[in-house]
């Protein structure tokens, strides 16, 4: 059984950082594709960023974050991260992580075959 467990989520001051977590089991993590997606009240899910599971790690941004959040992942651990550096209030959402089984760095929801249950957060002005 394939679970995916996102933690570091909470409320932050915008420009402070923030790290979430998203812990893996039941899958082999290096062999796949990791994304991160949010979704806010009333608007669809989004795409935030991806990374290969190549020891390059391509990684893939939205603009809307692009410069500002950084991916990365450690495969020993089974984990992805993602950095939220100058994070601002329109970034708060519930931001979910996801496994792919696709190589490259997909971008759109049904390109991701496992997810997590999501990790609330909110940026306050």
């Not at 932050?12 to 812990?23: D, F, K, M």
């Not at 893939?60 to 993602?82: E, H, Q």
């Not at 970034?91 to 792919?100: E, H, K, W």
């Not at 089984?101 to 957060?121: A, D, I, L, S």
Request: net charge positive.
């Amino acid at each position: 059984q394939v679970q995916l467990v996102e933690s570091g989520g909470g409320l932050v001051q915008a420009g402070a950082s923030l790290r979430l977590s998203c812990t893996a089991s039941g899958l082999t993590f290096s062999r796949h594709t990791m994304g991160w997606f949010r979704q806010a009240p009333g608007k669809e899910r989004e795409f935030v960023a991806s990374i290969t599971w190549s020891g390059g790690g391509w990684t893939n941004y939205a603009d809307s974050v692009k410069g500002r959040f950084t991916i990365s992942r450690d495969n020993a651990k089974n984990t992805v991260y993602l950095q939220m550096g100058s994070p601002k209030p329109e970034d708060t959402a519930v931001y979910y992580c996801a496994a792919s089984k696709k190589f490259g760095v997909p971008q759109r929801p049904n390109e991701y075959n496992y997810w997590g249950q999501g990790t609330q957060v909110t940026v306050s002005s």
